[in-house]
């Protein structure tokens, strides 16, 4: 299986099977995310360098890349708790969310919480998005697993294609673009159940 296509966890494959962290090591990781965590949530995180994390956490740069290849590694790692709670709650949460609801409302609710985790987290998301790790990470793979699922449960024409049109408007570029002219999370997350609507007309999803 490869790596970055466990899309149940969202964490690499293999990870499960690597041997036990050193102490030591598991303190560095600590302190790289740490620091990688404070700069992301003080610039932007696409300014933030390797070298910049790698003076904030006090450790060398072999150190930072034997086990993170770029800063969008860093801020996919970050990010793994946020988004594994948000699968849960996809695979067995309450509906509309979780199973059971049409599949109409299941997009928009996974719209709305789509819109809160990048309130909460756009800046962790916009770091991961650099160069193309929004599109190689588990989490991607999760979403648009789920969200092909839901077109092919609703008879939508040509789902590989719509996928990713689907979750284009998700990106945290995006999101963080809207913010900044003034759009409110209530206003995009009511747009984004419009074109909920509008590609599943017989759905009636609630913002």
């Given amino acids: 299986m490869d790596r970055r296509t466990d899309l149940l966890t969202g964490r690499p494959a293999s990870e499960d099977d690597r041997p036990p962290e050193r102490a030591d090591a598991a303190r560095n990781r600590a302190k790289v995310l740490r620091a990688a965590a404070g700069l992301f949530a003080t610039r932007d995180p696409r300014t933030v360098t390797m070298d910049d994390i790698a003076r904030a956490a006090g450790v060398g740069r072999g150190t930072l890349y034997r086990r993170y290849p770029d800063t969008g590694s860093i801020a996919v790692a970050l990010l793994d708790e ?16 979780g199973p059971g609801a049409p599949p109409g409302e299941r997009l928009a609710a996974f719209y709305a919480a789509m819109v809160a985790l990048l309130e909460a987290h756009g800046h962790l998301l916009l770091g991961a998005e650099s160069g193309s790790s929004r599109f190689t990470t588990g989490a991607y793979g999760f ?6 699922a839901l077109l092919v449960a609703g008879d939508v024409p040509d789902p590989d294609a719509m996928t990713d049109a689907l979750l284009a408007p998700l990106s945290a570029e995006v999101y963080a673009h809207q913010r900044e002219r003034g759009l409110s999370p209530e206003r995009i997350a009511a747009a984004l159940a419009e074109l909920t609507r509008r590609t599943l007309p017989g759905a009636t999803p609630e913002a």
């Fill in 82 to 97: 946020h988004e594994r709670d948000l699968q849960e709650r996809l695979l067995r949460g309450e509906p509309p969310l």
């Fill in 143 to 148: 979403w648009r697993a789920h969200l092909r």
